[in-house]
């Protein structure tokens, strides 16, 4: 095309005219008078004035161009002019951070050398024009509220990564972080930034004074005197801490709060905003000007209603002015000046944006009259400012600036063709196009105007004994009453207002979800589509690169707001599809998982590396879903020693590479408020080949072969005749229903893959400022009870009091404001039904993806993991404001998720132990409380059985405390005086979470106990293996505390200062847990199945009797010997030994002994006592501790130690109080021994008189042992434990021992202990008469 002057031959698109001849035909139907004044009336001569029509030259076509020209060069500065406004200034015209030697560190810099991200511990960058005489002025954006300091620096400053600006003579700073101003020294200064807030950093070089202002309000001179004269200059400069980020606006945009007086470091664009101004003027008047032919007059009409008909004068006539105006309009400065603000007063009326067309019909116009880089360049500015405007608007109480801009982006992105370029082109390649779905937080409650919006604050005020709050206070005062109904009434107020600016938002992504415009290429929703799964790749696999995250506050945002768009098409596309199912009930199918049409990057999958999966499960794959892997790509991911999986091709490489020629395209997501970060200090990665497409073979069996995401058309997603799409391969046991358009189930795939990356845990964050709310209530209600109890005489404490009542009731009304604020973005019950309708997408999912068999294998991790998280944040995030149990379904819920736990926590298909693990203890979790054991309870019989066979296999070879911990709580409630919540000697002490599964109320369940009585008395093999794995770790477990004991002792005898790590006192403290949770399963099982200790005839019974015996005694002997070291330590009570007490492990000891000794059958109880009795470690003084008995011997126990509380170093180590060696022997009166008798509370009547009966039948059964206890030679003892007499001899090799010894030895060897000849078979011995 030929360049843009102003002549006779328009140059643009459709419009070049051949001649004059050819013009006077094309605008026939205007004659000559009525055009020239058609354009008189729309290009005004200035200089004319008023001057009559008829005396005015006469205006065409030819001399436009001319006349166009004279017009917009009136009023041009002269060169001499231009050069006088630069005076007081150094450096290059535009303006830019230094990023070739103006800086210190390792730091992010934008593209447009504006936006820096800290990537060492304090970097440092100034930019490239300094100041030296006159105001100037310059903004930071504030992309993250951390450490930076920023302001002014000379160029003598010298940085490093410990000193930054205003740590140096010469330089000046303001610390928003620390809210304090710096300049080698530092003093408290302005107010508290925060993500989203604007600085405007100001110097006036004529008086020597330093300001700063936040978000247009001054703080105040921070610097006044400040370093003048010959040789110094000021230059912007900032330093910030690692993963910091800011944006600088030097003046390259229009300044947000310009300050009278002051101009910015680089001059505004003065020519070209006079011109934009004259041209959007001309525009202006075409729009509101309509030639009536017939009439042959100009009349005056609303431009809003402004069609882009095709009439050739107008048309003509906007491509001179579009001649001019089109390059002006791809400058940033006048696209936010000029172009946006005109936009912007469009939609200013109010109503819908359908309401205004006339942004669609300009949109037209921009396609039509300027080239394809000039409209691709304006659009990019456009939204870039709009971003940034929505973003860094200040937030008021009706959220209007917000509203505002969001508006205006909805009525661009209606147009087809710009909405298309800007989804392909901008949206998630050059803009943090998500903060678009982001309403950020008010940090300052004042400023966002929640005061007059919540005039009225309240927070609960009652609580009961664990600190939680009450559900229902029965006894709410009326003053109460009125001002939590006021509060709530502020709160609806202020949702109702953030629902508007999410419905708009939800209305931009309706836009970008649509699938019907296919007139302009491909639909929309297919390239959000591939751009999307390139989003959540970049924050799946970015994990060396943290500036390419999404931030997780905009990923909760973005969520829900998709959430809503997806379900309203899903449920569109079954009002015309009625077959189809409706989004309640959506899931995604399991060929998603194994057919390679998805790219899950290197997610894991449950049956391990996709790679592995390919090999192993390939005939399972032909066989059940008529899938053939492609060879090349099993042979490829065969060689490929790396944790690449070959399905995702180009994820483990940068899309877009072979786009661009195999150049890399910059990452999408990044830390700047607009731009993407092209890191301008690090290397790129090589870039390997995209793999190609291939035909499809034949239908019957489909060869797959993974396609980039890059690749993929609509076919490919959606399928076409003979083609299932995105749901290519359904295994047999898929229905064969439509479930809806394929393109949406990848989206709510990428759904629950967002939830899993940082969603979840966003919404576990913010849950701290409900948990502030509730500790500032207790300690304000605290130190209101203490001032009613303070004396009147101590009027000194009652100020102090006062003054923190006071502190307490302004941080609480600033932050139950703050809490309305995010109870309505991210807690409202509108949020809550988004996360349970993804549970249950889960759920359905997990579900279909288990039917398939093997194929199970190769559906993500992530799916569990959400099914799992999404449970617990409604559980534990959105109450009590919003309670679980009015959830549409909620028990049927409950049960599905109990059938997946219980099913998959030992399923052999999946394979990875982080998952294994996390199932494990969400079934721990579930048991713990009551509605969800009940879910457990109602899965199919089956299922429940064959979950307590799992939870019994041995306790060897696989992560068994958890399990313990899930049969401990089946148990819970039944044992002997294990009602309890928390321990007897802890009631005192404030738990640190009343909601810990562990501190639940006992829920004992039957059903399961029956269940696993059932399976341990059928399968006696099981329940050997079984009993024999719980008394080894036992045995373990319990060793290893009495050896940590020792230790903690030992340090404590020292005469010096001793250090115990903390690390060493929570091994300890859970190696005693563990003792009693092993202790606590024992008592269940000879509860519940007493024939495998006390039936003989079964195989193993006596040699699981002998043994539990012999713990039993060690553990009562450890535990209630003289002076013993169990005693002292407990009394020294030291942190992070609290759980240790007498009263636990004694008390689950005693149940096992009731259970045995005086619940049992007769002949059950004399086995039990003879074998207890037998075992050489019995001394009876020990059970008569149980009641406080036993004389001297157990009165001597009660050991004490000085009153030297335990200090807690800061740095972890523990201070162990020394305490004299014999410290128990002495000690004061008061400090009783143990006695089940003092727990009148937790264990009953009928529980004691069980004891005092098993003490009298060990009395007296021990005394008639003694009697008839004949004196053994040590010839006839067993010469492996000197403890029993001879009872059994091997064969073929005649070696002699006791039972006990050779069963415990067979059990895990078969060779003789004496000649290593393999024992076939053991018979009884007894000794003959004569010898």
Same mark, same amino acid.
């Given at each position: 095309?030929?360049?843009?002057?102003?002549?006779?031959?328009?140059?643009?698109?459709?419009?070049?005219?051949?001649?004059?001849?050819?013009?006077?035909?094309?605008?026939?139907?205007?004659?000559?008078?009525?055009?020239?004044?058609?354009?008189?009336?729309?290009?005004?001569?200035?200089?004319?004035?008023?001057?009559?029509?008829?005396?005015?030259?006469?205006?065409?076509?030819?001399?436009?161009?001319?006349?166009?020209?004279?017009?917009?060069?009136?009023?041009?500065?002269?060169?001499?002019?231009?050069?006088?406004?630069?005076?007081?200034?150094?450096?290059?015209?535009?303006?830019?951070?230094?990023?070739?030697?103006?800086?210190?560190?390792?730091?992010?810099?934008?593209?447009?050398?504006?936006?820096?991200?800290?990537?060492?511990?304090?970097?440092?960058?100034?930019?490239?024009? =300094?100041?030296?005489?006159?105001?100037?002025?310059?903004?930071?954006?504030?992309?993250?509220?951390?450490?930076?300091?920023?302001?002014? =620096?000379?160029?003598?400053?010298?940085?490093?990564?410990?000193?930054?600006?205003?740590?140096?003579?010469?330089?000046?700073?303001?610390?928003?972080?620390?809210?304090?101003?710096?300049?080698?020294?530092?003093?408290?200064?302005?107010?508290?930034?925060?993500?989203?807030?604007?600085?405007?950093?100001?110097?006036?070089?004529?008086?020597?004074?330093?300001?700063?202002?936040?978000?247009?309000?001054?703080?105040?001179?921070?610097?006044?005197?400040?370093?003048?004269?010959?040789?110094?200059?000021?230059?912007?400069?900032?330093?910030?801490?690692?993963?910091?980020?800011?944006?600088?606006?030097?003046?390259?945009?229009?300044?947000?709060?310009?300050?009278?007086?002051?101009?910015?470091?680089?001059?505004?664009?003065?020519?070209?905003?006079?011109?934009?101004?004259?041209?959007?003027?001309?525009?202006?008047?075409?729009?509101?000007?309509?030639?009536?032919?017939?009439?042959?007059?100009?009349?005056?009409?609303?431009?809003?209603?402004?069609?882009?008909?095709?009439?050739?004068?107008?048309?003509?006539?906007?491509?001179?002015?579009?001649?001019?105006?089109?390059?002006?309009?791809?400058?940033?400065?006048?696209?936010?000046?000029?172009?946006?603000?005109?936009?912007?007063?469009?939609?200013?009326?109010?109503?819908?944006?359908?309401? &205004?067309?006339?942004?669609?019909?300009?949109?037209?116009?921009?396609?039509?009259?300027?080239?394809?880089?000039?409209?691709?360049?304006?659009?990019?500015?456009?939204?870039?400012?709009?971003?940034?405007?929505?973003?860094?608007?200040?937030?008021?109480?009706?959220?209007?600036?917000?509203?505002?801009?969001?508006?205006?982006?909805?009525?661009?992105?209606?147009?087809?063709?710009?909405?298309?370029?800007?989804?392909?082109?901008?949206?998630?390649?050059?803009?943090?196009?998500?903060?678009?779905?982001?309403?950020?937080?008010?940090?300052?409650?004042?400023?966002?105007?929640?005061?007059?919006?919540?005039?009225?604050?309240?927070?609960?005020?009652?609580?009961?004994?664990?600190?939680?709050?009450?559900?229902?206070?029965?006894?709410?005062?009326?003053?109460?009453?009125?001002?939590?109904?006021?509060?709530?009434?502020?709160?609806?107020?202020?949702?109702?207002?953030?629902?508007?600016?999410?419905?708009?938002?939800?209305?931009?992504?309706?836009?970008?979800?649509?699938?019907?415009?296919?007139?302009?290429?491909?639909?929309?929703?297919?390239?959000?589509?591939?751009?999307?799964?390139?989003?959540?790749?970049?924050?799946?696999?970015?994990?060396?690169?943290?500036?390419?995250?999404?931030?997780?506050?905009?990923?909760?945002?973005?969520?829900?707001?998709?959430?809503?768009?997806?379900?309203?098409?899903?449920?569109?596309?079954?009002?015309?599809?009625?077959?189809?199912?409706?989004?309640?009930?959506?899931?995604?199918?399991?060929?998603?998982?194994?057919?390679?049409?998805?790219?899950?990057?290197?997610?894991?999958?449950?049956?391990?590396?996709?790679?592995?999966?390919?090999?192993?499960?390939?005939?399972?794959?032909?066989?059940?879903?008529?899938?053939?892997?492609?060879?090349?790509?099993?042979?490829?991911?065969?060689?490929?020693?790396?944790?690449?999986?070959?399905?995702?091709?180009?994820?483990?490489?940068?899309?877009?590479?072979?786009?661009?020629?195999?150049?890399?395209?910059?990452?999408?997501?990044?830390?700047?408020?607009?731009?993407?970060?092209?890191?301008?200090?690090?290397?790129?990665?090589?870039?390997?080949?995209?793999?190609?497409?291939?035909?499809?073979?034949?239908?019957?069996?489909?060869?797959?072969?993974?396609?980039?995401?890059?690749?993929?058309?609509?076919?490919?997603?959606?399928?076409?005749?003979?083609?299932?799409?995105?749901?290519?391969?359904?295994?047999?046991?898929?229905?064969?229903?439509?479930?809806?358009?394929?393109?949406?189930?990848?989206?709510?795939?990428?759904?629950?893959?967002?939830?899993?990356?940082?969603? &979840?845990?966003?919404?576990?964050?913010?849950?701290?400022?409900?948990?502030?709310?509730?500790?500032?209530?207790?300690?304000?209600?605290?130190?209101?009870?203490?001032?009613?109890?303070?004396?009147?005489?101590?009027?000194?404490?009652?100020?102090?009091?006062?003054?923190?009542?006071?502190?307490?009731?302004?941080?609480?009304?600033?932050?139950?404001?703050?809490?309305?604020?995010?109870?309505?973005?991210?807690?409202?019950?509108?949020?809550?039904?988004?996360?349970?309708?993804?549970?249950?997408?889960?759920?359905?999912?997990?579900?279909?993806?288990?039917?398939?068999?093997?194929?199970?294998?190769?559906?993500?991790?992530?799916?569990?993991?959400?099914?799992?998280?999404?449970?617990?944040?409604?559980?534990?995030?959105?109450?009590?404001?919003?309670?679980?149990?009015?959830?549409?379904?909620?028990?049927?819920?409950?049960?599905?998720?109990?059938?997946?736990?219980?099913?998959?926590?030992?399923?052999?298909?999946?394979?990875?132990?982080?998952?294994?693990?996390?199932?494990?203890?969400?079934?721990?979790?579930?048991?713990?409380?009551?509605?969800?054991?009940?879910?457990?309870?109602?899965?199919?019989?089956?299922?429940?059985?064959?979950?307590?066979?799992?939870?019994?296999?041995?306790?060897?070879?696989?992560?068994?405390?958890?399990?313990?911990?899930?049969?401990?709580?089946?148990?819970?409630?039944?044992?002997?005086?294990?009602?309890?919540?928390?321990?007897?000697?802890?009631?005192?002490?404030?738990?640190?979470?009343?909601?810990?599964?562990?501190?639940?109320?006992? =829920?004992?369940?039957?059903?399961?106990?029956?269940?696993?009585?059932?399976?341990?008395?059928?399968?006696?093999?099981?329940?050997?293996?079984?009993?024999?794995?719980?008394?080894?770790?036992?045995?373990?477990?319990?060793?290893?505390?009495?050896?940590?004991?020792?230790?903690?002792?030992?340090?404590?005898?020292?005469?010096?200062?001793?250090?115990?790590?903390?690390?060493?006192?929570?091994?300890?403290?859970?190696?005693?847990?563990?003792?009693?949770?092993?202790?606590?399963?024992?008592?269940?099982?000879?509860?519940?199945?007493?024939?495998?200790?006390?039936?003989?005839?079964?195989?193993?019974?006596?040699?699981?009797?002998?043994?539990?015996?012999?713990?039993?005694?060690?553990?009562?002997?450890?535990?209630?010997?003289?002076?013993?070291?169990?005693?002292?330590?407990?009394?020294?009570?030291?942190?992070?030994?609290?759980?240790?007490?007498?009263?636990?492990?004694?008390?689950?000891?005693?149940?096992?002994?009731?259970?045995?000794?005086?619940?049992?059958?007769?002949?059950?109880?004399?086995?039990?006592?003879?074998?207890?009795?037998?075992?050489?470690?019995?001394?009876?003084?020990?059970?008569?501790?149980?009641?406080?008995?036993?004389?001297?011997?157990?009165?001597?126990?009660?050991?004490?130690?000085?009153?030297?509380?335990?200090?807690?170093?800061?740095?972890?180590?523990?201070?162990?109080?020394?305490?004299?060696?014999?410290?128990?022997?002495?000690?004061?009166?008061?400090?009783? &021994?143990?006695?089940?008798?003092?727990?009148?509370?937790?264990?009953?009547?009928?529980?004691?008189?069980?004891?005092?009966?098993?003490?009298?039948?060990?009395?007296?059964?021990?005394?008639?042992?003694?009697?008839?206890?004949?004196?053994?030679?040590?010839?006839?003892?067993?010469?492996?434990?000197?403890?029993?007499?001879?009872?059994?001899?091997?064969?073929?090799?005649?070696?002699?021992?006791?039972?006990?010894?050779?069963?415990?030895?067979?059990?895990?060897?078969?060779?003789?202990?004496? =000649?290593?000849?393999?024992?076939?078979?053991?018979?009884?011995?007894?000794?003959?008469?004569?010898?």
């Amino acid at each position: 095309m030929s360049s843009k002057g102003g002549g006779t031959a328009l140059t643009r698109r459709n419009y070049r005219l051949a001649s004059d001849a050819d013009k006077a035909r094309a605008t026939g139907i205007v004659n000559e008078k009525l055009l020239s004044d058609y354009l008189h009336h729309v290009f005004p001569s200035t200089k004319q004035g008023p001057a009559l029509a008829s005396l005015r030259k006469p205006l065409g076509f030819q001399d436009l161009g001319a006349h166009m020209e004279r017009l917009l060069s009136e009023g041009e500065p002269t060169e001499e002019s231009r050069d006088q406004l630069i005076d007081g200034r150094l450096g290059p015209q535009t303006v830019v951070l230094d990023h070739t030697s103006g800086f210190e560190g390792l730091l992010f810099v934008d593209d447009d050398l504006l936006g820096v991200i800290g990537h060492s511990n304090f970097s440092s960058i100034r930019a490239t024009t =300094c100041v030296y005489k006159g105001k100037w002025a310059y903004e930071v954006l504030i992309s993250s509220q951390g450490l930076m300091q920023i302001g002014w =620096c000379t160029l003598n400053c010298r940085f490093n990564q410990e000193e930054g600006v205003g740590d140096t003579p010469d330089s000046y700073a303001y610390d928003g972080n620390r809210v304090r101003k710096w300049n080698v020294t530092t003093t408290n200064y302005g107010k508290s930034w925060a993500a989203g807030d604007i600085v405007s950093c100001l110097i006036d070089l004529d008086e020597g004074t330093i300001t700063f202002c936040l978000n247009g309000q001054s703080l105040g001179t921070a610097f006044s005197n400040i370093k003048m004269g010959p040789g110094i200059a000021y230059f912007p400069a900032i330093s910030l801490s690692f993963k910091e980020s800011v944006a600088f606006n030097f003046g390259s945009r229009p300044l947000r709060y310009p300050v009278e007086g002051y101009l910015p470091l680089q001059n505004p664009p003065a020519v070209d905003l006079v011109k934009a101004h004259k041209l959007l003027g001309y525009i202006k008047t075409v729009l509101s000007t309509a030639i009536d032919t017939q009439e042959e007059r100009l009349v005056e009409k609303d431009c809003a209603s402004w069609m882009l008909h095709g009439e050739p004068t107008v048309l003509i006539t906007l491509a001179h002015i579009f001649n001019h105006f089109a390059p002006l309009m791809c400058k940033v400065y006048l696209v936010e000046d000029v172009l946006m603000s005109f936009l912007l007063g469009i939609l200013e009326g109010g109503g819908s944006v359908d309401e &205004h067309p006339l942004i669609q019909q300009l949109l037209d116009l921009f396609w039509l009259l300027m080239e394809d880089y000039e409209v691709n360049e304006c659009l990019k500015q456009l939204m870039m400012s709009l971003l940034r405007a929505y973003r860094f608007s200040p937030i008021i109480p009706d959220l209007g600036f917000q509203i505002h801009y969001l508006r205006l982006t909805t009525a661009i992105l209606r147009h087809e063709k710009s909405r298309k370029y800007l989804l392909s082109n901008v949206l998630f390649d050059v803009l943090r196009s998500v903060v678009f779905f982001y309403i950020k937080t008010p940090l300052r409650v004042k400023e966002a105007g929640l005061e007059e919006l919540i005039p009225t604050t309240w927070w609960p005020t009652r609580f009961d004994k664990e600190g939680k709050n009450e559900r229902e206070p029965k006894d709410e005062t009326a003053d109460e009453r009125l001002r939590r109904r006021a509060y709530e009434r502020g709160c609806q107020r202020l949702k109702k207002r953030i629902e508007v600016v999410e419905e708009l938002q939800v209305q931009i992504l309706r836009l970008l979800l649509n699938n019907k415009d296919k007139g302009t290429g491909e639909a929309s929703r297919y390239i959000f589509l591939n751009k999307f799964r390139k989003f959540l790749q970049e924050n799946a696999s970015n994990r060396g690169h943290p500036t390419a995250l999404c931030p997780p506050e905009y990923m909760v945002c973005f969520l829900h707001r998709l959430v809503t768009a997806v379900r309203t098409y899903w449920d569109e596309g079954k009002r015309t599809s009625p077959s189809s199912i409706s989004s309640e009930d959506a899931y995604v199918p399991p060929q998603l998982f194994y057919n390679g049409k998805v790219d899950y990057f290197d997610l894991q999958r449950l049956g391990g590396l996709l790679s592995h999966l390919k090999k192993a499960l390939k005939d399972d794959l032909a066989s059940k879903a008529n899938i053939i892997i492609d060879p090349a790509e099993i042979q490829a991911t065969s060689m490929d020693d790396l944790d690449e999986d070959e399905e995702s091709g180009a994820a483990q490489r940068p899309f877009g590479a072979t786009a661009m020629g195999g150049a890399l395209a910059r990452p999408s997501w990044l830390s700047s408020p607009t731009l993407g970060r092209a890191n301008r200090f690090l290397s790129t990665a090589a870039v390997s080949l995209m793999t190609p497409r291939r035909p499809l073979a034949p239908p019957e069996k489909v060869k797959v072969r993974t396609l980039a995401v890059e690749q993929r058309t609509e076919e490919d997603i959606e399928g076409s005749h003979g083609n299932d799409g995105l749901l290519l391969g359904r295994p047999l046991e898929e229905p064969d229903q439509p479930i809806a358009e394929k393109s949406l189930l990848e989206i709510v795939d990428g759904i629950v893959m967002m939830y899993n990356l940082s969603v &979840h845990q966003q919404l576990g964050k913010m849950v701290v400022v409900s948990d502030d709310v509730h500790e500032y209530a207790v300690a304000l209600k605290d130190t209101e009870e203490k001032i009613a109890r303070c004396p009147a005489r101590r009027p000194d404490i009652l100020d102090e009091l006062q003054k923190s009542q006071k502190v307490f009731a302004e941080k609480l009304n600033h932050l139950s404001r703050r809490l309305a604020w995010i109870n309505a973005t991210i807690y409202s019950k509108e949020k809550m039904l988004d996360v349970y309708w993804l549970l249950r997408v889960c759920i359905r999912t997990i579900e279909h993806a288990d039917n398939t068999g093997s194929l199970f294998a190769f559906a993500p991790e992530f799916y569990l993991n959400v099914a799992m998280n999404a449970y617990s944040a409604l559980k534990n995030y959105f109450s009590p404001a919003n309670s679980m149990e009015e959830l549409p379904g909620y028990e049927e819920t409950l049960t599905q998720l109990a059938a997946i736990l219980a099913k998959h926590f030992a399923d052999p298909r999946i394979v990875g132990t982080d998952i294994k693990d996390s199932l494990m203890q969400a079934l721990a979790s579930y048991v713990c409380y009551p509605q969800s054991l009940r879910a457990v309870e109602r899965i199919p019989e089956e299922q429940r059985v064959a979950m307590m066979r799992n939870l019994l296999a041995p306790y060897e070879q696989r992560p068994w405390a958890q399990t313990n911990w899930i049969l401990v709580r089946l148990w819970r409630g039944c044992g002997f005086g294990y009602r309890y919540t928390r321990l007897p000697h802890l009631l005192k002490t404030k738990p640190e979470d009343a909601n810990l599964p562990s501190l639940q109320k006992p =829920c004992p369940s039957l059903l399961l106990q029956r269940h696993m009585a059932e399976l341990l008395s059928m399968d006696k093999e099981m329940a050997a293996s079984f009993l024999n794995s719980v008394l080894n770790q036992l045995n373990w477990a319990f060793s290893e505390f009495i050896g940590m004991i020792q230790e903690i002792q030992q340090a404590a005898e020292r005469p010096e200062r001793n250090f115990v790590d903390t690390r060493q006192l929570k091994v300890c403290a859970t190696c005693f847990d563990l003792s009693v949770s092993l202790l606590r399963v024992l008592e269940m099982t000879v509860t519940l199945v007493p024939e495998i200790f006390l039936d003989w005839s079964r195989p193993s019974a006596e040699l699981l009797l002998r043994r539990l015996a012999q713990l039993l005694n060690q553990v009562l002997n450890r535990v209630t010997a003289e002076r013993n070291l169990f005693d002292r330590v407990v009394n020294l009570r030291l942190p992070g030994l609290e759980s240790v007490d007498h009263y636990p492990i004694l008390v689950a000891v005693t149940g096992i002994l009731v259970q045995i000794l005086v619940e049992g059958e007769r002949q059950g109880i004399s086995r039990a006592a003879s074998v207890l009795l037998s075992d050489p470690c019995f001394q009876l003084h020990s059970i008569q501790h149980l009641l406080g008995e036993g004389g001297e011997a157990s009165s001597s126990t009660a050991t004490t130690t000085p009153n030297i509380p335990p200090v807690a170093e800061p740095q972890g180590p523990t201070v162990v109080p020394s305490i004299p060696p014999a410290a128990g022997a002495t000690g004061p009166a008061d400090r009783k &021994h143990f006695s089940l008798h003092a727990y009148t509370d937790y264990i009953s009547e009928e529980e004691e008189r069980k004891v005092e009966r098993m003490l009298a039948f060990l009395t007296e059964e021990s005394k008639q042992a003694a009697a008839s206890t004949a004196p053994t030679s040590e010839e006839d003892l067993c010469p492996i434990c000197y403890a029993h007499s001879i009872s059994a001899i091997f064969k073929p090799c005649s070696h002699k021992s006791c039972k006990a010894c050779i069963n415990q030895h067979l059990m895990n060897n078969k060779d003789c202990f004496f =000649c290593k000849a393999t024992i076939t078979g053991v018979e009884d011995y007894s000794k003959p008469a004569g010898s």
